[in-house]
């Protein structure tokens, strides 16, 4: 059914963004309260929406007819049913809440009406892209949220190091566009539609080849890796830490690094067409996750700690999309999406309070000069660790029931070993939060200056956040999977099995925190003794697995090796080669005029009697 209001969510943040900006000129404190009211004012229009889906009705709106050609036709159609409802919610209601965040954190910044516009438009990109009924509207959404990233990963753009980490997530996320290209080419070239919900029928997927299944399959992961930051190409990630906070929690809590987990979950016939294609994500997931969380363990800076965390939790995500189980990824999309970017809110608050320091180590003690944000942080670490009824709880133990219940011919007896793997990185990310938790607000001040609590208007949507990682998963818990049979696969429900079953849940993360608290509190100087120990763990997580030197070694200085070797080859057999063509008959003709053009006056009439005698021939009909 047709619905307008459609239009509206996506054309408030879009039109926000100008009007941000150029109101922003003239008043710059007028371009936060602006921004932050058009994304609040698309989430209201959502909600109106999700009221009226009923049952299987679904709503849609053409907002032009974009392309047709020969027998193509591609409408600009974006769709909304209850996928779309789930991901247009968690965009919109907590991308409000860190615009609102943002007035208060960037407030002294001169560039702040740059820095709304930007989120307003990544906002109106991660739109696009949950909405598209098809995958070229799915595209535009994927480059506009890629393209934002850029703009606001490297929005300090005049520090070197900041703008670099801009261009690395952009390159490495047109790595995964390349893998959407391959896929809309093989899927149009087998189906004859790029149309989502006609793709998702298995009449119209029976006319995809096996083979052609499988390439489709992987290039649509390989999209998925780009975006949501799966091995190898994660490291962007970590170095999107450069942007400011808010763009840190905008990114990794709500809006891009999700698209991956949504493009699985709308495209799940495909993934499933060949069994080796979630096996493939279950293990690169798996070792993403394990990989990240030993990372995390390591790093001192608060806001890298949680960007290695989000990494990982994205791994897990993928554990329960490489099992067929993407109405529970959905559900620890939405789970997450309230605890990090609570834990990233906090932290960009610490931040604020201690006059820029990012450092854990000159920190400490702030449970006292920052009450509300210890809290905050502190409801959010218990969400992350899985302990009952924290929202994180819900999700991560649908996860691990999703795998014990895993059924795949490409894993054989391995499932069970990839659920005891997930369950001691579960232990792993309770303990690195935890170190968090005890090296920032427990002890004593160790930093310069005197930390004061963050301002109201960054304070109040950080304590609404913290109240969500609370409840939010005990309420989704019932009926969210329920929710989503429609457009996804049906699975059953997660109850966590009451107290007993709340209790025996929690263990994984009780052991990371109680392993946390005892090295760090109780008997700091075992810690010495457990780093000899773990010597060779140690220096991997420090090394942060050293992906980004291989990938340079294997990757990128083969590139640049062939790329100059091309750019020799070509310059020497195009461009001079042209140039010596040009050249040669260019001396030629010079050569011929120069013959003809004597200067005598002889020489012209004789050119002038031939010339008429060839006309005369030419022209006149010989008898």
Known sequence: MEDIRLALVVLIPLIGAVVSYALGRAAPKVAGMFATAAVGASFAVVISLWRALEGGQTFSFTLSSWMSFADIRLPLEIYFDKLSAVMCLVVTGVGSLIHLYSIGYMAEDESRPRFFSYLNLFIAAMLILVLGKSLPVIFIGWEGVGLCSYLLIGFWYTNPEFASAGRKAFVMNRIGDLGFLVAMAILYHACGTLDITVLSRPEVLARIPSEMGFVAGIALFLAATGKSAQLPLFTWLPDAMAGPTP???????????????????????????????????????????????????????????????????????????????????????????????????????????????????????????????????????????GIAPFAGYFSKHAILESLAHAHNPYLLAYGGLIGVGATAIAICTAFYMTRSFILTFLGSYRGEGHPHEAPMVMTAPVMVLAVLSVTGGLVLNHGFFTYLQGPLPPVAEHAGGGILGYILGSVPGALGIAAAYVLLVIAPAAKEQVRKVLWLGEKLSAGKFFVDELLGVFVIAPTRTLSGVVSRVLDQSVSIGTGNAIGSISRAIGELTCRVTTGQVSTYVLWMFASAALLLYCFLPVR
């Open 247 to 385: 763009v840190s929690a905008l990114i990794h809590a709500a809006t891009m690094v999700t698209a991956g987990i949504y493009l699985m979950a709308r495209m799940f016939g495909v993934i499933e067409l060949d069994p080796m294609v979630p096996a493939i994500i279950l293990w690169t997931a798996f070792a993403t996750s394990a990989i990240a969380a030993i990372i995390a363990i390591s790093q001192n800076d608060i806001k890298k700690v949680l960007a290695y965390s989000t990494v990982s939790q994205l791994g897990f995500m993928f554990l329960a999309v490489g099992v067929g189980a993407y109405s529970v990824a959905l559900f620890h999309v939405v789970t997450h999406a309230f605890f990090k970017a609570c834990l990233f809110m906090s932290a960009g608050s610490v931040i604020h309070g201690c006059h820029h320091e990012q450092d854990m180590r000159r920190m400490g003690g702030l449970a006292k000069a920052m009450p509300l944000t210890c809290l905050s942080y502190g409801a959010a670490t218990l969400a992350i660790a």
